[in-house]
């Protein structure tokens, strides 16, 4: 039998009827950094993000505890942290959101005071749950629903780089990448494809900017569309993004554009798919 998270806090002495069971996972367009990253890398953006909650999302009673997971960017449930819970009311103010290029307007969102309880803090980073199948509810009370727990590590511990060839990675997921990989792609200039998993077709371009990959995919994640003419007219969409050729540091801007050409040229992308020019 799996150890229970419900054990877990029994164990600290909490009652689990009064814990809220909250996972944080953002994929809209126009996602800047996603909760995980937050969590990572910039915790008070993090614990602004938490705070901050729609009115639609109101309780109908009040949980004085919040246990909280985020997906990592490989989509587990990864544990970060107990907080206590005081509701303080309706937001007076539009307020920028700190993940994203919106705010959150006035009358619209509900505010939350949360502390970081010492119960569990040496679980953060660490413990990931089986959220199950549901996970649009994002938002579950303890008591009802009893994770199992899925893996203990000793530290918090990121994934290592899988190297250019074998990265295949959705576009939503870019943001929260772990620092190691982002350092990579960022030194590292080629063509690349997206796949657009609505109309199955496929689009090649080029990295030829100072921050190689990673800058030309970080445009796509702020736009939909990094200011390419075939994907304006269609659907915004969470393109597959992978490598197909990277550039050596000898090669010029105008090398790079040549490689492009040739890799349209060989997936018939501008006969097949969302290639314009």
């Known amino acids: 039998m799996p150890v229970m998270f419900n054990s877990i806090l029994s164990q600290e002495g909490i009652d689990p009827a009064l814990v809220r069971l909250l996972r944080h996972q953002d994929n809209r367009a126009g996602t800047i950094l996603t909760p995980y990253a937050m969590w990572r890398d910039n915790r008070p953006a993090f614990e602004q993000y938490q705070c901050v909650q729609s009115t639609k ?4 009673f009040k949980w004085p505890l919040w246990a909280s997971f985020v997906a990592d960017p490989f989509g587990a449930t990864l544990f970060v942290g107990l907080y206590s819970a005081q509701y303080v009311g309706v937001g007076d103010k539009d307020i920028p959101r700190p993940h994203t290029d919106g705010i959150d307007k006035a009358g619209m969102y509900d505010l939350y005071k949360l502390d970081l309880q010492k119960e569990l803090s040496d679980l953060s980073g660490k413990l990931y749950v089986d959220w199950g199948l549901g ?3 994002w938002v579950q009370l303890a008591q009802g629903q009893n994770k199992p727990i899925a893996e203990i590590r000793s530290s918090f511990k990121e994934e290592e780089f899988p190297g250019f060839s074998s990265f295949i990675k959705p576009l939503s997921e870019i943001p929260a990448l772990p620092k190691t990989w982002i350092e990579a792609l960022r030194s590292t200039r080629g063509v690349y494809l997206l796949s657009c998993p609505k109309t199955k077709q496929q689009y090649v371009g080029a990295a030829t900017g ?4 990673w800058g030309r995919w970080q445009n796509y994640v702020q736009t939909g569309h990094g200011g390419n003419i075939g994907l304006k007219i269609i659907e915004p969409s969470d393109y597959r993004v992978s490598i197909l050729e990277v550039a ?7 090398d790079i554009v040549h490689l492009e050409q040739l890799w349209k040229a060989k997936l018939q992308s501008k006969e097949m798919g969302l ?3």
């Not at 100072?210 to 990959?213: I, L, T, V």
């Open 57 to 60: 999302n109101r309780p109908k």
């Open 135 to 137: 996970t649009r509810a």
């Open 210 to 213: 100072e921050n190689g990959f």
């Open 248 to 254: 050596g540091s000898q090669l010029t801007t105008s």
């Open 275 to 277: 290639n314009k020019n």
